[in-house]
Nanobody
Framework: QVQLVESGGGLVQLGGSLRLSCAAS????????MGWFRQAPGKEREFVAA????????TYADFVKGRFTISRDNAKNTVYLQMNSLKPEDTAVYYC?????????????????WGQGTQVTVSS
């Protein structure tokens, strides 16, 4: 069992930056791939980024390439999402998720555990 707790969300202006963190409980964090997803009001949840268990494989959604960076610190049981050049369309609840296979994927159904989410609001 893995419990995930996101933090770091908030209100930021157009062009600003935020760093989201996702702290995981459990001794097996280093074996899980981790993903970030988001859900905007009235829209379906969508993939943002994923990182494999070792950090060696990273995948991004096209709309965040060059602006967002996913990383992990297995010693701290934490995955991060650095978000730069934020736009109003990035406004959403951001969720982290853990994938037991360890490889990471954009498919939501592959993830076994989910956090409660953290709100990110970008004002224009």
């Amino acid at each position: 069992q893995v419990q995930l707790v996101e933090s770091g969300g908030g209100l930021v202006q157009l062009g600003g930056s935020l760093r989201l963190s996702c702290a995981a409980s459990g001794r097996t964090f280093s074996s899980y791939a981790m993903g970030w997803f988001r859900q905007a009001p009235g829209k379906e949840r969508e993939f943002v980024a994923a990182i494999s268990w070792s950090g060696g494989t990273i995948t991004y959604a096209d709309f965040v390439k060059g602006r967002f960076t996913i990383s992990r610190d297995n010693a701290k049981n934490t995955v991060y999402l650095q978000m730069n050049s934020l736009k109003p369309e990035d406004t959403a609840v951001y969720y982290c998720a853990a994938d037991q296979t360890g490889w990471g994927t954009s498919r939501q159904s592959a993830y076994d555990y989910w956090g409660q989410g953290t709100q990110v609001t970008v004002s224009s």
